[in-house]
């Protein structure tokens, strides 16, 4: 979906890539604790504060609960702020992101994709995403090092936006994107800035008009605060779309909440979330090579969780596969249910298949075998992929 | 009672800005609240230390006496009052 217009490309892992986008973002206060995958993020971030790089206020908190305490506050006070997590610490985190959705804080944060424990695992899966799919936070997930770094500077102007004010995670799949050096093309640091622009919060904490923040709510008014959020992922919606439109007149390069990849003739599509697109891309396009007609839809956007262009995309695809990433043991897994939602009333038969659950390899002959199953009607597409099952 | 305001007419967060009405905290209060006698008061301010809303009314540095819009009948006041100056009263209780 890009067309490079760069001059130079610099080699670098998502993680270095997101810092880099840091660095020219340059918040104010980034208050952090480290955990793996996202370790090199914040790493590479600290070196550039160290290096004279970057300016902002580094807290080394004491915890991810505390990380976000800290990053509500500050956000709310005026100051620019970033961080960064996976797993287990976006699940400690958890409590206070739904407290920063419905405070309105424009938190960024960059969150490497990790399974959460147990049995504790450090390879990526989105479970931990899914921790917070009902807080009111927006998610992008990327495909790649290069999306990393422009989702980051993207998510900036829309956590931001008045109309928004939610927090954004930027979700890079752990070790995958994160720790997997690629050709990543940077925008000079002072477009990067242009772009970015500066923040100003609507009502801030102190000042000639102080206010209050985070009152307390009754049943007179809880209900009405709470849906502020859905008011405000529907907005930014509308918003993310012109944001992209906007960056890509910056970098050439277009990531668009949803992704349709040859899917304009096909017979059978996958819906899927991150690095594994690349993956599945190819299977597509050796199969396409060989006249089948499939295709693929990339979700880039899962909260908002883009229905309307899902449900057009898909209208004309009799056999769709939703690959998650997760589970939700005893229910339909997140991204199906998205999807089945979407489709409602469509004439689509959706399978719903779970892979890549603690980092478990994604073969191409993994993809093919999806699609294959999708050929055969009869048949049955593997609910969970590669687990060994059986006595 | 002003009538409940829709979502669209809220400031995003439910944020509270200057010039907003004073919601009164008091309303949960039950059985119980202070009284004081100004005449045992040591003015230590300790009842306004402690208080956990703005039930304390202070002017300059003054203890002047109780807001019961703000109070919730915790007994803190009372409880922490050195001069004995305090003492809760049935809700009823008319004080000045």
Redesign the interface.
């Known amino acids: 979906m890009s067309t490079e217009t760069a001059t130079s490309l610099d080699l670098l892992t998502g993680g270095e890539a997101v810092a880099h986008a840091m660095r020219q973002i340059d918040p104010d206060v980034v208050p952090i604790y480290p955990i793996t995958p996202q370790t090199p993020i914040i790493q590479a971030f600290a070196k550039f504060v160290s290096d004279g790089r970057a300016g902002g206020e580094l807290v080394n908190v004491e915890s991810e609960h505390s990380a976000m305490s800290a990053a509500v506050g500050s956000a709310l006070a005026g100051a620019r702020t970033m961080t960064a997590t996976s797993s287990q610490g976006l699940a400690l985190m958890a409590e206070v992101v739904y407290i920063a959705a419905a405070m309105r804080a424009p938190i960024v944060t960059a969150l490497g994709n990790r399974a959460l424990s147990g049995p504790i695992n450090i390879h990526c899966d989105h479970s931990d995403s899914m921790l917070i799919r009902d807080s009111g936070a927006i998610q992008l997930f990327v495909e790649n090092a290069q999306e990393a770094y422009d989702a980051t500077l993207l998510a900036v102007r829309l956590a931001e936006h008045p109309d928004v004010l939610l927090p954004v995670f930027v979700c890079l799949d752990g070790f995958t994107i994160t720790h997997s050096a690629e050709p990543v093309s940077l925008l000079p640091d002072d477009e990067a800035k242009l772009f970015v622009g500066e923040y100003r919060v609507p009502h801030p904490l102190l000042g000639a008009e102080p206010t209050t923040q985070g009152p307390f709510a009754m049943p007179d008014y809880y209900f009405e605060l709470r849906h502020q959020q859905v008011a405000a992922m529907a907005a930014a919606e509308g918003v993310l779309e012109s944001l992209v439109d906007e960056l890509a007149g910056f970098t050439g390069r277009r990531y668009d909440p949803l992704e349709a990849y040859r899917l304009d003739d096909a017979a059978r599509a996958l819906v899927l979330m991150g690095s594994t697109a690349g993956t599945a891309k190819d299977v597509v396009d050796d199969l396409r090579s060989r006249a089948h007609p499939v295709g693929l839809l990339r979700i880039g956007s899962f909260r908002p969780f883009p229905t309307a262009a899902v449900r057009a995309a898909l209208a004309r695809v009799p056999d769709v596969a939703v690959l998650d990433r997760a589970d939700s043991p005893g229910g339909a897994p997140p991204l199906f249910s998205e999807v089945a939602a979407a489709l409602q009333g469509g004439r689509a038969r959706l399978r719903s298949v779970v892979y890549g659950l603690g980092g478990r390899d994604f073969h191409p002959e993994d993809v093919e075998a999806v699609f294959d199953s999708l050929h055969d009607r009869g048949g049955h597409a593997p609910a969970y992929l590669g687990l060994r099952s059986g006595r | 009672m002003a009538e409940?305001?829709?979502?669209?007419q809220?400031?995003?967060?439910?944020?509270?800005?200057?010039g907003a009405p004073r919601a009164r905290t008091g309303g949960w209060r039950t059985g119980v609240k202070p009284r004081v006698r100004l005449e045992a008061c040591v003015n230590c301010l300790l009842c306004w230390l402690y208080c956990p809303d703005a039930a304390v009314r202070v002017e300059g540095e003054t203890f002047v006496g109780f807001d019961y819009d703000y109070c919730k009948g915790c007994e803190l006041c009372a409880e922490m009052c050195p001069a004995g100056a305090i003492e809760m009263v049935p809700e009823e209780t008319r004080v000045d």
Request: charge should be positive.
């Open positions: 409940l305001r829709r979502w669209q809220l400031p995003p967060g439910g944020i509270v800005t200057p």
